[in-house]
């Protein structure tokens, strides 16, 4: 397995801290079905009014529990498409968890790029953008067991760029906290070494604070194994093989697609790229191909400069189209969606079904296919 500069990184030695570290206490992401909890004005009073407000309250008690049933179960990683049909039969070992599929766009209800794609109940991560580690939990709670925080321990970086990992820090350092006892494997593009030594130097005062004060922090779970790649396999376990394969994104040296070989799925992954003949080789017959893509409004809705420098970024939603022609997925999933605040996810999906007749899903937060 061709690998570059292959370095285990520790904190250097330093003194204890006097001062215990308070961490910022994040609120697990909201649920767009959340109830809101108002305070419920009645206004009968008197004898008869009684009788009338316990009947009114009990209906309102149900209907607080039908609305909490089904704000339940609508926030539920589904592995149902955008259009409510079941897109791909399930796979007895694999299943593919969409974490995030914003830009840096910031957007409330959108996390940061990131994928988990589970083999026999170990999640390997692509991309650690912002909320990376919330969304991990967020699934588990939703039944994603195999993204419990101790098994985060391995992720394939695509590129540098800060919407994918802009939440590397919290997947180093939040799993450990929580018991994750061992280091954390990422394999990535040249950069990726560096960027993993200084969050650890960032932090170190408080990792050491961890180790050495009353938590006892296990001290090696804080660890990162980096690994700079070059195209070909870079990594083979009992469950995958991972290929990396480069792509083109901008004036980007190095940018990677992945591909992942499970016992029963070929699942590839763009990362952020124009149409490239490497991605083509790689994703020909694969069973569910993610891709990034813009719609054509936005893309006419910027100058000229922005344009060209989309242009040399990133994919069309007709550019799309035709690389799932070419590459015939059994499944093509939208991701890193660049859209008009007014266009729909239908807009989008019209825009590449218009010349794609293949199964095609928008990407969603928890989607699970
Ligand atoms: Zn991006
Ligand atoms: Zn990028």
Same mark, same amino acid.
């Given at each position: 397995? *061709?690998?570059?500069?292959?370095?285990?990184?520790?904190i250097?030695?330093?003194?204890?801290?006097?001062? *215990?570290?308070?961490?910022?206490?994040?609120?697990?992401?909201q649920?767009p079905?959340?109830?809101?909890?108002?305070p419920?004005?009645?206004?009968?009073?008197?004898?008869?009014?009684?009788?009338?407000?316990n009947?009114?309250?009990?209906?309102?008690?149900?209907?607080?529990?039908?609305?909490?049933l089904?704000?339940g179960?609508?926030?539920?990683?589904?592995?149902?498409?955008?259009?409510?049909?079941?897109?791909?039969?399930?796979?007895?070992?694999?299943?593919?968890?969409?974490? +995030?599929?914003?830009?840096? &766009?910031?957007?409330?209800?959108?996390?940061?790029?990131?994928?988990?794609?589970?083999?026999?109940?170990?999640?390997?991560?692509?991309d650690?953008?912002?909320?990376?580690?919330?969304?991990?939990?967020?699934?588990?709670e939703?039944?994603?067991?195999?993204?419990a925080?101790? &098994?985060?321990?391995?992720?394939?970086?695509?590129h540098?760029?800060?919407?994918?990992?802009a939440?590397?820090?919290?997947?180093?350092?939040?799993?450990?906290?929580?018991?994750?006892?061992?280091?954390?494997?990422?394999?990535?593009?040249?950069?990726?070494?560096?960027?993993? &030594?200084h969050?650890?130097?960032a932090?170190r005062?408080?990792?050491?604070m961890?180790?050495?004060?009353?938590?006892?922090?296990?001290?090696?779970?804080?660890?990162?194994?980096?690994?700079?790649?070059?195209?070909?396999?870079?990594?083979?376990?009992?469950?995958?093989?991972?290929?990396a394969?480069?792509?083109?994104? +901008?004036?980007?040296?190095?940018?990677?697609?992945?591909?992942?070989?499970t016992?029963?799925?070929?699942?590839?992954?763009?990362?952020?790229?124009?149409?490239?003949?490497?991605?083509?080789?790689?994703?020909?017959?694969?069973?569910?191909?993610?891709?990034?893509?813009?719609?054509?409004?936005?893309?006419?809705?910027?100058?000229?400069?922005?344009?060209?420098?989309?242009?040399?970024?990133?994919?069309?939603?007709?550019?799309?189209?035709?690389?799932?022609?070419?590459?015939r *997925?059994?499944?093509?999933?939208?991701?890193h969606?660049?859209?008009? *605040?007014?266009?729909?996810?239908?807009?989008?999906?019209?825009?590449?079904?218009?010349?794609?007749? +293949?199964?095609?899903?928008y +990407?969603?937060?928890?989607?699970?296919?």
């Amino acid at each position: 397995m *061709p690998s570059l500069n292959y370095r285990c990184y520790a904190i250097p030695e330093i003194s204890a801290l006097r001062h *215990p570290l308070i961490l910022g206490v994040t609120p697990p992401p909201q649920c767009p079905h959340s109830i809101d909890k108002k305070p419920f004005a009645y206004t009968m009073m008197g004898g008869e009014g009684r009788i009338s407000l316990n009947l009114h309250r009990k209906l309102f008690h149900i209907f607080i529990v039908l609305l909490t049933l089904y704000a339940g179960w609508s926030c539920v990683p589904s592995d149902q498409g955008s259009a409510g049909t079941n897109l791909i039969p399930k796979s007895k070992d694999t299943q593919v968890v969409i974490l +995030g599929t914003g830009t840096p &766009n910031i957007n409330p209800r959108r996390f940061g790029a990131c994928v988990a794609i589970i083999v026999n109940g170990k999640p390997y991560l692509v991309d650690f953008g912002p909320g990376t580690v919330q969304q991990a939990s967020a699934a588990y709670e939703a039944g994603i067991k195999a993204l419990a925080m101790q &098994n985060l321990t391995i992720a394939f970086l695509t590129h540098i760029h800060s919407d994918h990992t802009a939440g590397f820090a919290d997947l180093i350092l939040t799993p450990w906290i929580l018991g994750r006892t061992q280091p954390l494997r990422v394999f990535g593009p040249p950069g990726i070494i560096a960027m993993s &030594n200084h969050i650890l130097s960032a932090y170190r005062r408080g990792i050491r604070m961890r180790i050495e004060g009353a938590e006892k922090a296990d001290p090696s779970g804080y660890k990162v194994f980096s690994e700079e790649i070059k195209p070909g396999l870079i990594y083979e376990d009992d469950n995958v093989k991972v290929k990396a394969f480069p792509v083109k994104h +901008g004036a980007f040296q190095y940018a990677f697609g992945y591909r992942f070989e499970t016992p029963s799925r070929i699942i590839v992954i763009s990362g952020d790229t124009i149409p490239t003949e490497s991605l083509i080789a790689n994703a020909t017959g694969c069973d569910i191909l993610i891709h990034e893509v813009y719609s054509m409004a936005w893309f006419q809705s910027h100058s000229p400069k922005d344009q060209k420098y989309h242009a040399s970024s990133h994919t069309s939603s007709l550019e799309l189209a035709e690389i799932a022609n070419r590459t015939r *997925p059994r499944l093509l999933v939208l991701t890193h969606q660049l859209m008009q *605040p007014e266009e729909t996810e239908q807009d989008l999906l019209n825009e590449v079904r218009r010349h794609y007749k +293949g199964k095609v899903a928008y +990407g969603r937060e928890l989607n699970v296919f």
